[in-house]
């Protein structure tokens, strides 16, 4: 049975269909799905993120995928294999600082499924097990429940707030930033039994 992580070239077929979803690293094949989805959502992703819809920045995207200080997850549905958005670690330092930021955007169509509250599970898994990552922060427009909603519901803490932090549609925005440590993130599963086990593996932390 394959974990929530599946590598490229593998097989997805073989996904566990006890979960609704599982994170991939996108590829070329990936463009046209990709690029449909989000220039559909682009009115809904407005004007909380930005993502690729041309495909000189998916091939920028690609690029990025390969770099060490970046990860690039698809959320896939198990049923039909269908991307239904994306989550993005990006700026991984390592050295005493072991963090990254996070950042995520659904397709329209899937939106209010409750995907991404599963996919954002995954990706934290993957960020504190697999890439041994200490803190991942998300920075969230004030005004963007549905996100805040989404990193608060995952156990991300509120630290503070950022004015005119990150330019977005031509404009400077003011943030919110969120925070979780893998201390915070393995108590939380500790307390909650979400997770069963104690062994550091991806599939069962
Ligand atoms: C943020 C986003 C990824 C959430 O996706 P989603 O499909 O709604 O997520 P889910 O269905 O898994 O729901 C996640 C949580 O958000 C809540 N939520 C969803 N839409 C909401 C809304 N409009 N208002 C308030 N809460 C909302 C859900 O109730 C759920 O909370 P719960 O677990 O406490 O019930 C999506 O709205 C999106 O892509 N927005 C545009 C891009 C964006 O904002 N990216 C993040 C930039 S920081």
Redesign the pocket.
């Known amino acids: 049975m394959r974990g929530p992580w599946v590598s490229p070239g593998a097989d997805t077929r073989a996904v566990s269909a006890e979960s609704r979803v599982y994170l991939r690293a996108p590829v070329r094949a990936d463009q046209a799905e990709f690029l449909g989805l989000m220039r559909a959502?682009r009115s809904?992703?407005r004007p909380?993120?930005t993502?690729p819809t041309d495909e000189e920045r998916f091939s920028a995207y690609l690029g990025d995928a390969q770099r060490p200080d970046f990860e690039a997850m698809l959320l896939c549905r198990t049923v039909d294999h269908a991307i239904l958005?994306f989550f993005n670690l990006s700026q991984i330092t390592r050295r005493s600082l072991q963090s990254a930021y996070l950042?995520?955007?659904?397709?329209?169509q899937?939106?209010?499924?409750?995907?991404?509250?599963?996919?954002?599970e995954l990706v934290l898994r993957r960020a504190f097990l697999t890439l041994r990552l200490h803190r991942v922060e998300?920075?969230?427009?004030p005004g963007?429940?549905?996100?805040?909603?989404?990193?608060?519901?995952a156990g991300f803490r509120r630290e503070g707030f950022s004015p005119r932090y990150l330019k977005i549609g031509g404009r400077w925005r003011d943030?919110e930033r969120w925070a979780i440590l893998v201390e915070e993130w393995r108590e939380r599963h500790a307390e909650g039994r979400m997770l069963e086990g104690a062994g550091a593996t991806e599939n069962s932390p």
């Open positions: 959502s809904f992703h909380w993120a993502a958005g950042g995520y955007a659904v397709g329209k899937f939106a209010g499924k409750g995907y991404m509250r599963e996919g954002i998300a920075n969230i427009q963007n429940r549905a996100s805040i909603a989404l990193a608060k519901g943030h």
